[in-house]
């Protein structure tokens, strides 16, 4: 903190000195306005690393000099002090491009985490130290990624819409990667797959001997991302009960485990995303109006795959690089035809469809190229034509769509049994393939081109599905 200077702009001397003391004790020197003609004379004549202000001051009020701020010196964080419970000035605040916001009375615990987070983004967050990259040279992507690295350094709650496979925690890594927080922890949690009577323990902890079965303390998700950031994923299957409990932790800024007696301060900033239209599921009931607004201070659109087509060719040399780095073989060359199909699709699931496309047909194609038949898909702007049922036996979670087209042994009667109680069609399919690849190995003495061939499958396709099925 030392050399960092803050400006305080409050018109009641008490919570002046209450402020510049607080700093000062963090090695910050401060200087006071008590109105806004003050502050900016201040702005005017000396360099800052944080602006506190008052909202309401005797000639204006804060969100003057947040604007002001904004246009004159955008490298300036500001955070705004707002009378308890008003969270609307709050959020207004936000909108105009405040860093953060602290309630009266002021928590001094929460408004040392704001300064320590907002001297980290003082100088220009630089990307360069991000592990993340949104692929694309479109100038949908551009914009996309000038805009994360705006948000990068503010602390607003920001909701992220888009499409399902778009990219959306992507942006949200990336956000949290170029800003203050990159030394904390990211962590994402899908909402849609907590189920209801777990939700509160899991987001807020608990304490031991709470309820049946709580034999320790547990951690709850906020707790684990405190001084770095939670990323909400399909907030929308948030139950009703859940959204309030929700809302207060975001508004107040604590937390009570179950079973605590206490709520305990956190520090986290909130990006949400769903690919659902919030708008919709509030105008339905399915979704709390208060904590709509509150997640959505700032929406950030990721635009979807067939939006920016050119895009195609190098996130599909991307994927192939991963998978044959994963699988130790050569890169495929994707044919002028199968590109020209590819950047022709409607590619209704994005980028995430993209993958499995290509995942498939890296394992489907001979030798080193892939043709417009490997990647299997429909005509022109539509989705893929339906596989059979002889097709999809041969698919085991995420394993690519590629058929196993054996002989009918004389045991497989006894591996395609019924689908016993209990058990996912997975579950269920992942047995089915483990004994057909097992029967042919074992009838070829394990040699694995002669299964594949057994099989009617490639080498390559065997190779990834034994590793997929930890059958190596």
Known sequence: MKDKKALIVDD????RELLEITLGRMSIDTAAAADLATARKWLESDSFDLCLTDMHLPDGDGLELVNYIAEHRPELPVAVITAYGNMDTAISALKAGAFDFVQKPVDLEQLRNLVETALKVAPLAEASHSTTRLVGDSSRMAELRAQIAKLARSQAPVYISGESGAGKEVAARLMHEQGPRVDQAFVPVNCGAIPSELMESEFFGHVKGSFTGAVADKQGLFEAADGGTLFLDEVADLPLSMQVKLLRSIQEKTIRPVGSPEERAIDVRILSATHKDLNVEVAQGRFRQDLYYRLNVIELAVPSLRDRASDIPELANQILERLTSEYGSEIPEISTAAMSALQGYAFPGNVRELENVLERAFTLCEGVRIESADLQLGPVGTE?????????????????????????????????????PGQSLEDYLEVVEKELIVEALEATRWNKTAAARKLGITFRALRYRLQKLDLE
């Not at 009641?12 to 919570?15: R, W």
Request: hydrophobic fraction near 35%; aromatic fraction near 0%.
């Open 12 to 15: 009641e001397p008490d919570i």
């Open 384 to 420: 893929p034509s339906p596989r059979t049922a002889t097709e999809n036996a041969g698919v085991a979670g995420s394993t690519p769509d590629v058929p196993l087209h054996a002989s009918a042994p004389a045991t497989r009667s006894t591996a395609v049994a019924a689908l016993q």
